[in-house]
């Protein structure tokens, strides 16, 4: 599976930005798609996740109402929709993948096989 992943920019505090993750190759319906970011100087970190099959989420708490991930399986694209931007959301942004996870793994970065390029997202005050 190749993953590619697009929309990162400059925004200003409180903008949106939505970024984008298209896949190819094999993928089957237990699919599922992370974000994770990495600020620089720290760890990357979890952000939210998507199931292909139904659709489940799973939201890092310090995104939980401000962020939305969503997917069109016609497409093989997950969209992560970025509301109310702080500077603490800057970060280089990832998107993973792997075919079958169960739900509790979705926050773990270790349990994903594949990964994108990443977008910079920069959140200006």
């Known amino acids: 599976v190749q993953l590619q992943a697009s929309g990162g920019g400059l925004v200003q505090t409180g903008g949106s930005l939505r970024l984008s993750c298209a896949a190819s190759?094999?993928?089957?319906?237990?699919?599922?798609t992370g974000w994770f970011r990495q600020a620089p100087g720290k760890e990357r970190e979890f952000v939210a996740a998507?199931?292909?099959?139904?659709?489940?989420?799973r939201y890092a708490d310090s995104v939980k109402n401000r962020f939305t991930i969503s997917r069109d399986k016609a497409k093989n694209t997950v969209y992560l929709q970025m509301n109310s931007l702080e500077a603490e959301d800057t970060a280089v942004y990832y998107c993973?993948?792997?075919?079958?996870?169960?739900?509790?793994?979705?926050?773990?970065?270790?349990?994903?096989?594949?990964w994108g390029q990443g977008t910079q997202v920069t959140v200006s005050s």
């Open positions: 190759g094999h993928i089957t319906n237990r699919y599922v």
């Open positions: 998507i199931s292909r099959s139904d659709g489940t989420t």
């Open positions: 993973a993948s792997k075919n079958g996870m169960i739900l509790s793994d979705f926050t773990r970065r270790s349990r994903y096989d594949y």
